[in-house]
């Protein structure tokens, strides 16, 4: 059915660059939304940043002016550009689509097995 591969994250000195891809494959009818979701140690997951099927975009306001989210929807491809990295921008970072499959009948949100981004000081 629907999978979500993740890719992309690593280790980055802060100030650094990484750019993170999430494709999802299967009979995928439509996409309402992808987007990504971050989680560190000890802390709940957060949403990092969001765009939809139209273009339309929303970020986290700790990541506003440094992160950019855009999407190749041919590809249903998202990518997560992060510039100007700090530590506390150290977590797994999780993809997230909100779609509609063959064989189910609503959308429903699928997720990545998230990749780890560690930015050291």
């Known amino acids: 059915q629907v999978q979500l591969v993740e890719s992309g994250g690593g280790l980055v000195q802060a100030g650094g660059s990484l750019r993170l891809s999430c494709s999802a494959s299967?009979?995928?009818?439509?996409?309402?939304?992808m987007g990504w979701y971050r989680q560190a140690p000890g802390k709940q997951r957060e949403l990092v940043a969001v765009?939809?099927?139209?273009?339309?975009?929303n970020y986290a306001d700790s990541v506003k002016g440094r992160f950019t989210i855009s999407r190749d929807n041919a590809k249903n491809t998202v990518y997560l550009q992060m510039n100007s990295l700090k530590s506390e921008d150290t977590a797994v970072y999780y993809c997230n689509a909100v779609l509609l499959a063959v064989g189910i009948s609503w959308p429903r949100d699928y997720w990545g097995q998230g990749t780890q981004v560690t930015v050291s000081s």
């Open positions: 765009i939809t099927s139209g273009g339309s975009t």
């Open positions: 299967g009979s995928i009818l439509s996409i309402n939304a």
